[in-house]
């Protein structure tokens, strides 16, 4: 068992498709209309992806994790020092960044303020 997709609402479209695939080198899988006929897109890999879809309005993204609601999503990543690289060269500031068993973690906020963790596992710990 996976999970396929997180389903986003953002700002921009244009600019969320643009951030997630620099960031990860997603492929834009599908792009389209909500039912309602808002712009949405799915970018990602054949195996999961994440579904944007411009929200009806624009605020940041609320990650009160004293609230109910997703507070972040993670993904596991190879190489941590390469993606601080490649964060840093999208202009993104991590939030926070820990080491501890089984792997290190960084934290950081998309351009709508949806956090997102990226873990890379000690090897020999997994």
Avoid: C
Wanted: aromatic share 12%; net charge negative; glycine share 8%.
């Amino acid at each position: 068992m996976f999970i396929e997709h997180v389903n986003l609402s953002v700002s921009d479209l244009a600019r969320s498709t643009e951030f997630y695939r620099q960031l990860f080198g997603f492929d834009l899988r599908w792009e389209g209309t909500t039912s309602d006929g808002r712009p949405a897109a799915h970018v990602g890999d054949d195996a999961h992806y994440v579904a944007l879809f411009q929200a009806a309005q624009s605020e940041k993204a609320d990650n009160d994790y004293g609230r109910v609601g997703i507070n972040h999503f993670g993904y596991v990543v190879d190489d941590l020092d390469a993606m601080k690289k490649r964060l840093a060269s999208l202009g993104v500031t991590p939030k926070a960044e820990m080491d501890y068993e089984p792997g290190k973690r960084l934290y950081f906020f998309d351009p709508d303020g949806i956090e997102i963790e990226l873990v890379e596992y000690d090897a020999t710990a997994v």
